[in-house]
């Protein structure tokens, strides 16, 4: 069982004194990093052995964190309508990494309220694979103060009156008491670590309020923000950190009333990139690339806007979207992902909360759907905080972080946040690359290949019962039974033999699709195709919802056997006309095989079964559902599906 609340010594970590220092560090940090990443692999590679499939479990109950169980072994397998099934062929985003924000709070906290040997030990558990640490590898950095900070602070403060359009007065001499330090730090742990930057606010002189509290930017200062982003990457270049990505404005589309913010428009971000930060940045010749927006799934016109510009959407010093999730659906990033395939989605803020019933629950529902949408990254708000969920400066009093700091005693104690990200970064590597799983009733899975060719899957049993279900990978598989609300990650090595197709009379979580599509109607960003959301009822699972007509949504290979005369499917609808669900086989536009008419349910989130009589159809073929009603409505959702000999519900 791993430690879950003591840790091991080291000193407080402090920044180099003088340039020759600095430069010697540098080339130390090189050596470690080198030897760093060789244990990285040799330690992966020899945690999954050929033929045996390791186990690490969290479950709500119990509280039973990131514990390793019984090595399994694969098996030929019987068809079985709870299969989760695994097909590499379907490859999809690559991973950057897992993490959370270096917030003025976190690094305080950490770096001097912390007793030295628990600073040691945190940063060694929060950044390396060694002795059950999580390997976080993509952190968020607040450029000045946000809502988590002891002060609110700028790198170039002026009194009231006076402004500094040159920056003669720019200095991050904050950030190299806790910040930079710990920063270097974790990158010695970790050479894989990447970052992105985010302010919160620029100085109050460039804003119409005169604050850092509210206002927007003014236009005769765009320039000298432009610069003011720049700075800083430098600024800690010469610290000896790489800052690989940049976002414009935290959460553009609110302004806080009690702490640093920004109100920032699409059309104001567009015009930023392209008249100032993008030729800013490649003047500066950094490296450092932009990712836009930075706010909820809820407004996904918001980018759409700002890629209007060929200058944006082409250039490239963009890397993607960054994208928070207080509001909407994941789902938005793969509709996102298939408009602009260049570009990569990154979750970049999510909070636990004292507001959340379940974390547990909420984090593996939200992380897998996040990474089943095309997500490069995942970012967990503050990494530290205080027994109190401080400090704060307004903003967020009731956010939770991955490890609290107690003030009284220094000691670091890992929270639930901590356990259920390290089910997924301790396995998953930068890199990694997403192949496709399906999901049986009542469990929610991701599947990866690491760089190193060993295969990550992550399942969640989304019920309140114990849930056995089996994995098939080629021709073999294995058994396992998750406790309630509990989750596993499963990794091993090899390559999978024979093939397979997954039963039709299983069941088919709708969420399980391979890809889908619609036609491109840019006035709503909905009625681009289907998306997923997280269903919350008995029996869990992602319901495709949003659709319209023309939308569909493939699945992979299903066996239909010789017997199949009957579909039953879950579907909701909160209007009258719900459209019907036409099936086809082997494309779009293929022999059409069953029709289901949808009726109103009585809302958007009441599922309920329906029937239907499928024409003949024998072996293996990939299979299209397509939504067909009045044009511009919006039409039934649909939870999951399966075939059968005879009409039934769902089991």
Request: aromatic share 10%.
């Amino acid at each position: 069982m791993l430690r879950m609340n003591k840790f091991c010594p080291v000193t407080r970590v402090m920044a180099p004194a003088t340039r020759a220092h600095n430069g010697a560090v540098r080339r130390v940090e090189r050596v470690a990093r080198f030897v760093a990443g060789l244990f990285f692999v040799v330690a992966h590679a020899a945690a999954a052995r050929p033929g045996v499939v390791a186990v690490t479990v969290t479950t709500r109950a119990g509280h039973r964190w990131l514990q390793s169980g019984p090595a399994l072994r694969w098996h030929a397998m019987a068809a079985s309508r709870r299969t989760v099934w695994l097909d590499d062929a379907f490859r999809y985003q690559r991973v950057v990494g897992f993490g959370a924000a270096w917030t003025d709070s976190a690094a305080y906290l950490l770096n001097e309220v912390a007793r030295p040997s628990a600073r040691v030990a945190a940063l060694r558990e929060l950044f390396t694979r060694k002795d059950g640490g999580i390997g976080l590898s993509f952190m968020r950095v607040p450029m000045g103060a946000s809502d988590l900070a002891r002060t609110r602070y700028s790198y170039d403060d002026r009194p009231p009156g006076p402004s500094d359009p040159t920056l003669a007065h720019f200095s991050v001499a904050h950030d190299q008491r806790d910040i930079i330090p710990l920063i270097r730090a974790a990158r010695r742990l970790n050479p894989q670590l990447r970052l992105v930057a985010t302010p919160w606010s620029p100085p109050g002189w460039m804003k119409t309020s005169g604050s850092m509290i509210g206002g927007t930017l003014l236009p005769q200062y765009a320039h000298a923000f432009a610069a003011y982003l720049v700075k800083f990457l430098l600024a800690y270049r010469r610290a000896g950190i790489m800052v690989q990505y940049l976002t414009l404005q935290n959460e553009p589309r609110y302004l806080p009333k009690d702490y640093p913010g920004m109100r920032m428009s699409a059309r104001e971000q567009r015009r930023l990139l392209v008249q100032d930060v993008l030729p800013a940045l490649g003047a500066a010749h950094l490296g450092t690339r932009v990712l836009l927006y930075d706010h909820n799934w809820d407004h996904p016109e918001y980018p759409d806007k700002v890629l209007a510009s060929p200058v944006v959407a082409d250039s490239p010093l963009v890397a993607g979207i960054a994208w928070h999730g207080y509001g909407g659906t994941p789902g938005v990033q793969s509709l996102l992902a298939a408009k602009y395939p260049r570009l990569g989605q990154y979750e970049t803020e999510a909070s636990g909360g004292t507001w959340v019933h379940d974390q547990v629950r909420s984090d593996f529902e939200g992380i897998i759907e996040v990474l089943r949408n095309q997500g490069r990254a995942y970012v967990k708000w503050s990494l530290a905080l205080d027994q109190h969920l401080g400090p704060h400066d307004g903003g967020c009093g009731t956010c939770t972080p991955m490890v609290t700091v107690d003030t009284r005693t220094g000691a670091v104690h890992r929270d639930v946040e901590y356990a259920t990200l390290g089910q997924f970064s301790r396995f998953i590597l930068p890199g990694a690359q997403r192949v496709y799983s399906s999901d049986p009733a009542g469990i929610e899975s991701v599947a990866f290949v690491d760089p190193d060719g060993t295969h990550v899957l992550v399942a969640y049993n989304d019920t309140e019962r114990r849930n056995a279900f089996q994995v098939e990978w080629g021709a073999r598989g294995f058994r396992y039974v998750l406790p309630a609300y509990s989750a596993a990650t499963f990794t091993w090595s090899g390559t999978a033999r024979g093939t397979s197709a997954l039963a039709a009379q299983g069941y088919q979580s709708a969420g399980s699709l391979v890809a889908s599509g619609g036609a491109d109607r840019p006035a709503n960003l909905y009625s681009w195709g289907v998306v997923t959301q997280e269903h919350h009822g008995a029996r869990g699972g992602y319901a495709l919802e949003h659709a319209v007509d023309g939308d569909w949504a493939r699945f992979p290979m299903l066996n239909f056997g010789k017997s199949v005369h009957r579909i039953a499917a879950r579907v909701a609808c909160g209007r009258r006309a719900c459209g019907t669900l036409e099936l086809r086989i082997d494309s779009l536009h293929g022999r059409l095989i069953a029709r289901l008419p949808i009726s109103r349910t009585g809302s958007w989130q009441s599922f309920r079964s329906v029937t239907g009589r499928v024409r003949r159809v024998r072996g293996t073929h990939q299979l299209y559902i397509v939504w067909r009603g009045a044009p511009g409505g919006r039409l039934a959702s649909l939870l999951s599906f399966h075939f059968g000999s005879r009409t039934r519900a769902h089991q």
